[in-house]
């Protein structure tokens, strides 16, 4: 099975707003020095499906980034996890496409290698929260698209059973393949890159694309950022006293009864 | 083009309560476009959702078919299509949910529309439409304009409050023929959540566990407790995401927003992916072992202890004060 996983580099999601700047235009959060960047934590899950599926039936594993240089970083990780290929996509025009720019550039790139039989991609990314740029992937790529799906029942010759989540619980669901995927976090644990594949990883070169490569013009976007603003939380939750556990949690119920909250 | 037009949601039949809560959201910004604020509902039955659907609504567009349960994003996308068509509407707005996150970018791709998910807060500046969302696992808020011939957002309805205005909207009938693309079959659906209580999206009271409850043996003090007080059980990213309880549980930006009289988080240590769903809550409860969790940066009331001690007791005390009145 020939398939292709986007991962998207960002910065850490564990990091308290109080450690995160923006830069001075206000557009872009800042991690800071010294606390590197990550894979996407969907992205982790989506590229661990993709190497379970290849581990039990075969094929390739390509992994694309759109970002700027730094996201070299991340591509190796994918490498160094098991993934065949790595493609970055790092033209400077690129950084500031909303999402149907950036599924428009990511499209381009994957037609240019042939359609695969499934792409799969996390249900969002950390940083702009969107989870929007795999549909509209899927969309111009002519796929149908399920998520966010928490579990890979079983693959058939042209098919594949899912489970995707809903409102109150979960559908099974059969797709088509081709594919897109929306990987949501509750279908796997993603894997610590082996030393060997690190090793391994680091020693690949990986060049990037620009947009002359992919004869793309200018993309005028639909929704632009505007602004950043970091919320501060400066208030502080009135501590209730007591002896105990058990004293404390009657004098909570005592106070929310006073207020008409219970 | 002129119009706001908002995609109201079935409940068990009837109109969901979250379409209240979203037809303020369209309300304010179709009196700043200047523009009326049109309805649509698609459902296997709307007969009772429409006639619970006023909010000031001039119009009220009506698809109904036995495709749209269960549920397909084919099938969703072509009756929004099909009411965007006839209605030109200047703007779509919808209920962020379960749903509408996984349908309504997929329709912005299909008619090229500008799109923002899980918006806070919408407003018109000098004839730009702006939309606030949190981003960044809810720490960071950014700043949106949308453009292009389509303009939608999805709405954090749990940010507004719900729409009380009335009115006589003329309804209009459509008929969409079901999609002949069969590439996505549903096999079955299955509700994971069986447990009884409110649905946390409309529950007065949640009880909310996280990673502090120390595994899925002790899940047991979050279910009594949510038992005796009548609310619903909520969960945190990595109780769901280690399976202690279905995702359908989970309160945060990757789960449900919520609004709440009363949240109360036990064993949550209050990442702002989880605070940023939480925002809407009127007031919050943080009982942790910790002092130091950012969970009672956002609190309202905290008891740093040990929750097995402290929520029986607390939950023992609340019988007893609601018996004696």
């Not at chain 1, 082996?194 to 020693?203: C, D, E, F, V, Y």
């Not at chain 2, 912005?108 to 981003?135: N, Q, S």
Request: proline residues 5%.
């Amino acid at each position: 099975m020939n398939i292709v996983v986007t991962v998207k580099q960002v910065i850490d999601p564990n990091l308290p707003p109080s450690y995160i700047d923006l830069d001075p235009a206000g557009k872009r959060i800042v991690s800071p020095f010294g606390v590197p960047p990550v894979m996407n934590g969907y992205d982790a899950n989506a590229l661990e499906a993709a190497l379970k599926l290849k581990e039990q039936h075969g094929g390739k594993v390509t992994a694309v980034c759109l970002g700027d240089d730094t996201s070299r970083a991340t591509l190796k990780r994918a490498l160094a996890m098991g993934a065949d290929a790595a493609v970055l996509l790092n033209d400077p025009a690129w950084l500031e496409l909303d999402s149907a720019g950036t599924a428009h550039v990511i499209a381009t790139a994957i037609r240019k290698f042939g359609t695969p039989d499934l792409v799969l991609c996390g249900r969002q990314a950390s940083d702009t929260d969107g989870g929007q740029v795999l549909y509209w992937l899927a969309e111009e790529l002519g796929l149908p698209a399920v998520g966010p799906v928490s579990k890979i029942e079983s693959v058939e010759d042209d098919s594949l059973t899912l489970q995707r989540l809903i409102e109150d619980g979960y559908q099974r669901v059969r797709v088509a393949l081709p594919a897109l995927l929306g990987i949501s976090s509750e279908i796997n644990e993603p894997r610590m890159p082996s030393l060997k594949g690190t090793m391994a990883a680091g020693r690949v070169l990986i060049s990037g694309w620009k947009a002359a490569d992919l004869a793309l013009e200018p993309i005028e976007p639909k929704v632009e950022l505007r602004r950043l603003a970091i919320q501060v939380r400066t208030s502080s939750a009135e501590l209730i006293e007591g002896e105990g556990g058990a004293a404390r949690g009657a004098a909570l119920a005592e106070k929310l009864h006073a207020e008409g909250l219970i | 083009m002129a119009g706001v037009l908002i995609f109201g949601e079935l409940s068990d039949g009837a109109l969901a309560p979250a379409t209240l809560r979203l037809a303020s959201a369209g309300a304010q910004i179709a009196q700043a476009l200047g523009e009326p604020l049109i309805g649509a509902l698609v459902g296997n039955e709307v007969g009772r959702a429409a006639d619970e659907f006023r909010c000031g609504l001039t119009t009220l567009y009506c698809v109904q078919g036995a495709h749209y349960r269960p549920y397909t994003a084919e099938a969703c996308m072509a009756a929004a299509q099909a009411v965007i068509e006839a209605s030109a509407p200047s703007l779509v707005l919808f209920a962020h949910g379960a749903e509408t996150r996984d349908w309504v970018p997929r329709l912005a791709a299909r008619i090229d529309a500008g799109l923002v998910m899980d918006c806070a807060g919408l407003t018109v500046e000098e004839h730009a439409l702006v939309a606030t969302k949190p981003v960044n696992g809810g720490g960071v808020s950014a700043e949106y304009v949308i453009r292009g011939a389509h303009r939608m957002a999805t709405v954090q309805a749990s940010a507004f409050e719900p729409s009380a205005v009335e009115g006589t909207p003329e309804r209009i009938a459509l008929t969409v023929t079901p999609s002949a693309d069969t590439r996505v079959t549903v096999l079955a659906e299955e509700s994971a959540g069986a447990t009884s209580g409110p649905r946390l999206k409309d529950a007065k009271i949640i009880v909310s566990g996280g990673r502090g409850i120390g595994g899925p043996d002790n899940w047991h003090f979050i279910e009594e407790a949510s038992a005796a007080l009548g609310a619903a059980v909520g969960c945190s990213r990595p109780v769901a995401d280690s399976g202690w309880v279905p995702s359908s549980h989970q309160v945060g930006l990757s789960g449900t927003s919520v609004s709440p009289d009363l949240y109360i988080a036990v064993g949550i240590s209050g990442a702002a992916q989880h605070l940023a769903g939480i925002s809407a809550a009127r007031k919050v409860v943080a009982i942790n072992n910790s002092a130091e969790a950012d969970i009672f940066s956002r609190a309202d009331y905290g008891v740093v202890g040990d929750y097995r001690e402290v929520l029986p007791a607390f939950v023992e005390r609340v019988k007893q004060l609601r018996g004696s009145n």
